[in-house]
């Protein structure tokens, strides 16, 4: 039982109640005989969840049929609305983006460095898109189905696939309205209805996503600038919401995957770990939704940094970016530049591994550092961070700049939707979520410290995102290719060459029991059926680096310095 529901007296405690199948009815039937409200019937997971008396609590818990009671926890969007979270560099001034500074067509020209935000082509830029472009005609098998929109500046958009963004909801602003093909309001029972966001984290996330950008700001475009989005509001006008309410809408997104088109989730939010992974249910309600065939992207959490004292440690990766199938992302800092090799992970991204289960996250890091994407007019961020908007060639005030995980993982996903375009033929199967997941480990590269220490497997997963070869392998996969079965439609060169730079990728993956290296991601074994799940715990005497062991109690080295415990007690927006 979770350690909230074990209070005594009157006061009512939120929970969700797992119940078996053929017993939720009678848990029903007992709830409202005793006239406790329930919140939402959840089907899938086989469970409801209620406002509960604490004194009654032990007694549900005791029903035939109950497994567990949890706590319903409060959820909070992953970003930071700080514009101090990070120390800035040398003698940087906050100034809002110069839209010239991003030209409207020809070879851009790289952001000033005392500019303190990121636009979306820098971002785009980094990811070496503009690199696949140029060599697409020419480097790809005539075979593979390579999407040419002249409208476009990529030879991949996003067209056709759908991503449902989970979080405050998504204004019908003009980066992003006229794609918004689903929009349900779960703060309000799940109904449909037309498009809002009365927080504004929705939208951000949403246009970094598949923003289509405009005349009046073309660099403010997504990765992904022609996906379809599907919004599924759970956060309210202060970017917190129930954990029942974000389990409420995965299981309706999974329900619905084919009748909405969904592809991927992102999940750009979370709470703290209250129980292990196996049974804390938003992290089951995202195994079913991955094991259902879509990729949930969720944020790692900002919990990498001690908020009282500015030091670092690890253990901070927030549910669901714990659950072991979901492409957890933690969040990096460009230093406004193309170049890769100066990126760093910023401080405040949480750290590995999961509490509980001692898992191996994040996967991977992306952009999530000031980022400029939509501002939802007239909503909280919007009123409340004005510091933070950022001008349009108009004048107009109708963008924001927010830094956090939220924002890594929406550029993950919408590099996620780029590489499930990249692989799209009629012919053959689709990509699955484990194969998606492992391209983008895969092809990663290794990041370094201000020091050029390479980074912990802990703080940067497989490493910074690579666009272009996770779009160049995703190209050469051929997904009907037997099981077991070599996949490649021809030879790959593991590295990538992107502003002068030489990048090598990781090739490597947390996948089962151990970290594999080499060839593992050519062969098609990447199937449904391959679970990321309790085949990523590691035992006693996994020893890692010199100065983390993880046994049967966590030892910090010397130079960890959050000390024997994790302060969630800090946990903020």
Request: cysteine-free; overall charge negative; hydrophobic content about 45%.
């Amino acid at each position: 039982m979770a350690q909230a529901a074990t209070r005594g007296g009157t006061e009512k405690l939120s929970v969700i109640i797992s119940v078996e199948q053929n017993k939720r009815q009678s848990l029903k039937q007992f709830l409202r005989a005793r006239g406790h409200r329930m919140r939402w019937d959840l089907p899938v997971m086989s469970g409801v969840s209620a406002e509960i008396p604490a004194a009654a609590i032990q007694q549900i818990a005791n029903l035939p049929g109950v497994a567990r009671v949890s706590i319903d926890a409060l959820v909070r969007s992953s970003q930071t609305t700080s514009i101090d979270a990070e120390p800035l560099y040398e003698d940087t001034t906050f100034s809002s983006q110069d839209s010239s500074a991003s030209p409207t067509s020809g070879a851009p020209s790289p952001i000033a460095t005392t500019t303190l935000f990121h636009d979306a082509w820098l971002v785009r830029a980094a990811l070496g898109l503009d690199q696949w472009r140029r060599d697409a005609d020419t480097n790809l098998d005539a075979s593979i189905a390579v999407y040419d929109d002249t409208d476009s500046d990529f030879d991949v958009t996003g067209a056709g696939v759908g991503v449902a963004v989970i979080d405050s909801g998504i204004a019908p602003v003009a980066d992003s309205g006229g794609r918004i093909t689903a929009f349900y309001d779960f703060t309000r029972g799940g109904i449909a209805t037309a498009p809002r966001d009365d927080y504004g984290h929705g939208t951000h996330v949403a246009s970094l996503i598949g923003g289509a950008g405009r005349p009046e700001a073309p660099y403010a475009a997504g990765i992904a600038p022609r996906v379809r989005l599907i919004g599924l509001k759970v956060l309210n006008h202060e970017g917190a919401g129930t954990t029942s309410d974000v389990i409420a809408a995965l299981e309706f997104a999974t329900l619905n995957k084919a009748a909405l088109g969904i592809d991927i989730i992102n999940l750009s939010l979370g709470h703290p770990p209250f129980e292990p992974a196996a049974t804390d249910p938003l992290v089951q309600a995202v195994q079913r939704a991955s094991a259902a065939g879509i990729l949930v992207v969720a944020s790692a959490g900002n919990f990498g940094v001690n908020p009282t004292t500015g030091q670092t440690g690890f253990g901070g990766i927030s549910s669901p970016g714990n659950a072991p199938s979901a492409l957890t992302v933690g969040s990096g800092h460009m230093r406004w530049t193309v170049l890769r090799g100066d990126d760093t992970v910023n401080n405040f991204s949480s750290r590995g591994p999961t509490w509980y289960d001692g898992f191996a996250k994040p996967d991977v890091v992306a952009p999530g550092y000031r980022l400029v994407a939509a501002a939802a007019p007239n909503s909280t961020l919007v009123n409340a961070r004005a510091a933070l908007l950022v001008a349009d060639a108009t004048g107009t005030h109708t963008y924001i700049a927010l830094s956090g995980t939220s924002m890594a993982a929406a550029v993950a996903s919408g590099m996620a939707a780029l590489t499930i375009e990249a692989n799209r033929n009629p012919t053959r199967p689709r990509l699955t979520p484990n194969a998606i997941k492992a391209i983008l480990q895969f092809t990663a590269f290794t990041m370094r410290d201000d020091t050029s220490a390479a980074y912990h497997a802990l703080i940067q997963g497989a490493g910074g995102l690579n666009g272009v070869g996770a779009l160049r392998l995703a190209a050469a996969i051929d997904t009907s290719a037997p099981a077991g079965a070599y996949w490649l439609t021809g030879a790959i060169d593991p590295h990538e060459q992107l502003a002068g730079e030489v990048l090598s990728w990781t090739q490597t993956l947390v996948w089962r029991q151990n970290i594999v290296w080499g060839d593992t991601i050519y062969k098609n074994f990447w199937g449904q059926n391959i679970v990321w799940g309790d085949n990523i715990v590691w035992g006693d005497n996994i020893v890692w680096g010199d100065n983390i062991v993880w046994g049967d109690n966590i030892v910090w080295g010397d130079n960890v310095v959050w000390g024997d415990s994790f302060a969630w007690n800090d946990y903020q927006e």
